[in-house]
Nanobody, 121 residues
Framework: VQLQASGGGLVQPGGSLTLSCAASGFTFNSYPIGWFRQAPGGEHKGVACISGINEAVVYSESVKGRFTISRDNAKNMVYLQMNSLKAEDTAVYYC???????????????WGQGTLVTVSS
C-alpha cells in the first residue's frame, strides 16, 4: 500500500490550494480515504474523508464549507480542494487509509508522507 500526497506550498490567507493523493497497492475504489493534518506542535487531526463506491463525504467542523474532498477511482487519486485558507490551516497534510469500510482514524495503518501547507502573508 502506497499513498503519495502532493500539492502543498505557501499561500496567502484567503487563497486556495488543491492537494492530491496518489494511491497504489490496493483495490482503490473499495475503501475510504481520509485527509489528516498536523499543525506545528500539534496532534494529527482528521480533516475530511470520502468513502469508496458511493463517495459519501464527511468534514471536520473547522473546514466545512471551505474544503472539498473528491476522488477519481479511474486514476486512483484523491483530492482536497482548499478555499478561503486561514493561518490556522497551516499544517502538514496526509492522506490515510485503513483498508476497512470505515473512515480512517489517527491510529490507521497506512499514511502517506505528508505535504506542507503554509498559509501566511
Amino acid at each position: 500500500v502506497q499513498l503519495q500526497a502532493s500539492g502543498g506550498g505557501l499561500v496567502q490567507p484567503g487563497g486556495s490550494l488543491t492537494l492530491s493523493c496518489a494511491a497504489s497497492g490496493f483495490t482503490f475504489n473499495s475503501y475510504p480515504i481520509g485527509w489528516f493534518r498536523q499543525a506545528p506542535g500539534g496532534e494529527h487531526k482528521g480533516v475530511a474523508c470520502i468513502s469508496g463506491i458511493n463517495e459519501a463525504v464527511v468534514y471536520s467542523e473547522s473546514v466545512k464549507g471551505r474544503f472539498t474532498i473528491s476522488r477519481d477511482n479511474a486514476k486512483n487519486m484523491v483530492y482536497l480542494q482548499m478555499n478561503s485558507l486561514k493561518a490556522e490551516d497551516t499544517a502538514v497534510y496526509y492522506c490515510v487509509t485503513d483498508l476497512t469500510r470505515q473512515c480512517p482514524t489517527v491510529t490507521s495503518h497506512y499514511w502517506g508522507q505528508g505535504t506542507l501547507v503554509t498559509v501566511s502573508s
